[in-house]
């Protein structure tokens, strides 16, 4: 699957689809999206709303706020792309909950994702690619 492919899937056709499976390219194509635009729109909000803080102040301004926008607006199909990457590997979307345990879960979680697909399971056909 290619980059605009990937993107296309996760945030338009596949929103909040947390059925069916995800083949490794839609995964890292879709993450790497996320993490450049979230990257290049924070820093366009610093340099142009200015006053981009950390959530742990007390005051939040409006460049904090606005900072988050696409984090906020990209977390379900985040979380919609990462199960069904789970389910390409014949684990259950529950699996992603492991993610909130300290670091490691994290890594482990990433470890899962990188795995290759488990052919065809109870979720349905191997991707196509």
């Not at 345990?101 to 482990?108: D, K, N, P, V």
């Amino acid at each position: 699957m290619q980059f605009l492919d990937a993107v296309k899937t996760c945030v338009i056709q596949k929103y909040a689809d947390f059925n069916g499976r995800a083949s490794r390219s839609e995964f890292w194509w879709f993450y790497l999206a996320n993490f450049v635009i979230c990257w290049v729109w924070s820093f366009v909000v610093g340099m142009f709303v200015g006053g981009v803080s950390s959530l742990t102040d007390a005051n939040l301004s409006f460049g904090t706020i606005l900072a988050y926008i696409p984090t906020l607006a990209l977390l379900v199909p985040g979380i919609a792309v990462c199960v069904r990457r789970l389910h390409d590997i014949g684990k259950s979307g529950w699996w992603y909950l492991v993610a909130f345990i300290c670091c490691i879960g994290g890594l482990y979680l990433l470890y899962l994702c990188a795995q290759p697909s488990d052919g065809e399971n109870e979720y349905g056909p191997v991707p196509v690619d």
